[in-house]
């Protein structure tokens, strides 16, 4: 039989970390099969996901600009896709199709490593309101956050944020963040401000309460200026590096057969990865 073979497929793909990540597992668990970054084309993904339902591969992640293409172009989606409306983890069931999201998984399973216990705080404030903050939402709602906040530089799109998830859930311009902060036991940035190339926090974190988490869903750089400024306030922070990671687990289990660990040794090497490309 031929090597079981997955991807991660995207536009542009050159950068993408799963590869290290996957192949380290497999070669961690000794398994036969690859793991391989094939840049799709939107107008060609159609006939990409075709190539997955005749066999080619046993499937793969998707990212930036098909998460929605994918969404659209399965035959079964499991739950938090179906919330968040985006899928990155394609598998073949049954002849079947299917694609999930395991971001808000990855999200909530690395805080659990990172920060244990933080989902008592109830209280969140989101920076941003784009696909990746749909995501985090999903996840503090599946985790019981009694007052969910999104500050977003145009507030028509917290608002629709607002609006899809509802309950707990409310929408704000990004000026008032300061006043959001004040009593918020975790503060989530999923705007790309503070990444490679872009100074400054899109928070001033001396509004949050001492007992705050800082999480930052960038990781290029490890430490954004938002990470740098609760570091020295005190707060204790966490990276866009383990969300990587821990939301790379189920795909792998799916294709490869084996549950992997998010290892120290897998977070050095990524880390080195991250700060060699700087
Ligand atoms: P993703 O899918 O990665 O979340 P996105 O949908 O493009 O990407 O969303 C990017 C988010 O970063 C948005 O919330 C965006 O704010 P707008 O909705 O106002 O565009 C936010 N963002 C990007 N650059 C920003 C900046 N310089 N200041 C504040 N917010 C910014």
Redesign the pocket.
């Known amino acids: 039989m031929a090597e079981p073979r997955a991807f991660v497929t995207g536009f542009p793909i050159s950068h993408s970390r799963s590869p290290i990540i996957h192949r380290y597992w497999l070669k961690q668990h000794a398994l036969r099969g690859n793991y391989d970054a094939v840049p799709v084309e939107p107008k060609d993904f159609a006939s990409f996901l075709d190539r997955v339902r005749k066999g080619e591969f046993v499937g793969g992640n998707v990212t930036i600009p098909h998460k929605e293409q994918a969404f659209a172009g399965v035959d079964w989606r499991d739950e938090a896709a179906e919330a968040i409306g985006a899928v990155n983890t394609l598998w073949m069931d049954g002849g079947k199709l299917c694609g999930g999201n395991t971001d808000a998984y990855g999200f909530a399973a690395d805080l659990d490593q990172s920060a244990p216990g933080w989902d008592k705080a109830r209280t969140a404030l989101v920076i941003?309101?784009?696909?990746?903050?749909r995501a985090i939402v999903h996840a503090l709602m599946a985790r019981g956050f009694a007052d969910i906040r999104i500050a977003?530089?145009?507030q028509a799109?917290a608002e629709d944020l607002a609006a899809h998830f509802g309950g707990p859930v409310t929408a704000h311009r990004?000026e008032g963040a300061a006043d959001l902060a004040t009593d918020a036991g975790l503060v989530v940035n999923?705007?790309?401000?503070g990444m490679k190339g872009e100074d400054g926090a899109?928070l001033d974190v001396a509004h949050l309460p001492s007992s705050a988490i800082v999480s930052d869903i960038v990781y290029v750089p490890l430490q954004t200026p938002l990470l740098a400024d609760a570091r020295r306030r005190g707060l204790k922070t966490v990276n866009g590096l383990g969300m990587l990671l821990h939301q790379a687990v189920p795909g792998f289990e799916r294709w490869f057969g084996v549950r992997p660990e998010v290892t120290p040794e897998l977070r050095a090497l990524i880390e080195a990865d991250v700060a060699a490309a700087r």
């Open positions: 941003g309101a784009g696909g990746a903050a977003n530089r145009t799109r990004l999923t705007t790309s401000v899109p």
